[in-house]
């Protein structure tokens, strides 16, 4: 059986009409490829520790997704949490805030995995997760629930209202170089070895 992308499968569950977003982009999800040797220049300044083995991608995929959402119009967050008090109750590896509205455009998960289907229902499932803890009738947050970016030294809010999900909330997966072989909607230009190597040299500007 083929595997449906996580933007077929929310269709189609939720059997909505689809918005067409042509003031905001024009051609969605086309590639804008950064190389290693970009990143790393684009990227050295970052406070992250990189510790993370998933954080490099999450990182790189901003870098991507901000040629079709410029930095001058959207916001994009990476690893926001949600949560119900003191509980965790997941995390969105991407959040695209339009700076002006608020709105959400789309959010979703970054999965760098050697076994790249393992990745995807990983990333299936957490879109499920979101669903069931988050989302109720018109798509809009639980008022419980916060948005926080853990970052070196402490957490960061980060500022999500109740209307932010559009009822065309599109929910993306993004892996390394082939992952759209298996079913992801994007895919970065580097491979997995290349995404592993950034984070070295990442980790090693410290020292």
Not at 69 to 74: A, C, D, G, I, S
Not at 77 to 104: N, P
Not at 173 to 178: A, C, H
Request: charged residues 25%; contains cysteine.
């Amino acid at each position: 059986m083929k595997t449906l992308s996580i933007r077929s499968r929310w269709n189609s569950m939720l059997a909505l009409t689809l918005v067409t977003f042509a003031s905001v982009i024009s051609t969605p999800w086309t590639s804008h490829a950064i190389g290693l040797d970009a990143a790393f220049e684009k990227l050295k300044h970052e406070k992250d520790d990189f510790v993370n083995t998933g954080a490099v991608c999450e990182y790189v995929a901003r870098l991507e997704l901000q040629e079709d959402y410029p930095v001058n119009r959207f916001e994009i967050d990476i690893g926001v949490s949600y949560i119900a008090g003191d509980q965790v109750l997941g995390e969105l590896d991407v959040v695209i805030r339009d700076r002006k509205t608020g709105t959400i455009p789309a959010i979703g998960e970054v999965k760098c995995w050697k076994n790249l289907k393992s990745g995807l229902e990983k990333a299936q499932e957490q879109e499920a997760r979101f669903r069931e803890a988050l989302l109720s009738g018109g798509l809009n947050p639980a008022p419980a629930v916060s948005f926080t970016r853990f970052v070196e030294g402490g957490e960061l809010p980060v500022s999500i209202q109740a209307g932010s999900f559009p009822a065309s909330l599109d929910h993306i997966s993004i892996g390394q170089n082939g992952a759209k072989k298996v079913g992801y909607d994007r895919e970065l230009e580097m491979t997995l070895e290349q995404l592993m190597e950034l984070r070295k040299r990442l980790m090693g500007r410290r020292h």
